[in-house]
């Protein structure tokens, strides 16, 4: 049954895929118009995942959310938290390597709602993307959503904070919410299978972007995201083993 359901949300997310995409095209010329097409479709898929799957969450934090433009540094475990947060936060752009944009559809969608693509086999020109486009996102009243560890990781893993997210920071003078979540607990990293229960998403108070360096701010992101991490592991069937 879990399997036929699984069938059911991708034959949803194809199929509602190429049904928008012309109407995404149609919205580009109107500011926000292709962002709010896209916002139909994240909500088709959001409503399947807990209608169809049974994969709901759960928000704690939610009064941490400031009422003007802020750069959201997450946690990144599954493909769920690109649409989740996109439920949970205002209008907001992504960082993402610059080779989804040569997905028939899916990329070409992410061009036209803006996502800041980055070339990540050069770290320069990445940082001088990051920059330029970042601005000119920010300028146009969007949030900026990051994944500071810069991939996907197994629940109970930690990877390396890079300073992408605190430069921004300071550079557009937008404050840092931290993000911790177990998405990957219940949607592990490319897998086709999805599985039903509960996700945990804890929303941090934001971090002031003039409060410290750049090493600063991501040390303390990372270590508010770490120590969330730490009380939500363990809940979902693809938690990682405790050592006995």
Not at 19 to 37: D, E, N
Not at 55 to 67: F, T
Request: proline residues 7%; aromatic residues 10%.
């Amino acid at each position: 049954m879990l399997l036929i359901k699984n069938l059911i949300y991708w034959l949803i997310l194809s199929v509602s895929l190429i049904v928008l995409f012309p109407f995404m095209l149609l919205a580009a010329p109107i500011p926000g118009g292709a962002h709010k097409m896209a916002q139909v479709w994240v909500s088709i898929l959001n409503w399947s995942l807990k209608n169809i799957i049974g994969l709901k969450y759960r928000l704690i934090g939610a009064e941490n959310i400031p009422s003007k433009p802020s750069i959201i540094c997450s946690k990144h475990q599954s493909g769920w938290e690109t649409l989740a947060l996109q439920e949970i936060f205002p209008p907001q752009v992504y960082v993402a390597k610059r080779e989804l944009f040569k997905i028939p559809f899916f990329g070409w969608g992410l061009k036209l709602v803006k996502t800041i693509g980055i070339d990540r086999s050069n770290r320069r020109e990445a940082n001088d993307q990051l920059m330029k486009q970042g601005l000119a996102r920010k300028n146009e009243g969007y949030w900026i959503s990051i994944f500071p560890e810069g991939t996907r990781l197994p629940p109970g893993t930690h990877g390396k904070y890079k300073l992408g997210g605190a430069r921004m920071a300071k550079m557009f003078e937008m404050d840092i919410v931290p993000v911790a979540l177990n998405s990957g607990e219940f949607w592990p990293k490319d897998s086709f299978m999805k599985y039903p229960g509960e996700i945990t998403v804890v929303i941090g108070k934001p971090i002031a972007h003039d409060s410290g360096s750049d090493a600063e701010l991501m040390a303390e992101c990372e270590n508010w995201i770490e120590a969330r991490q730490a009380e939500i592991t363990g809940q979902g069937p693809f938690a990682p083993q405790k050592a006995v």
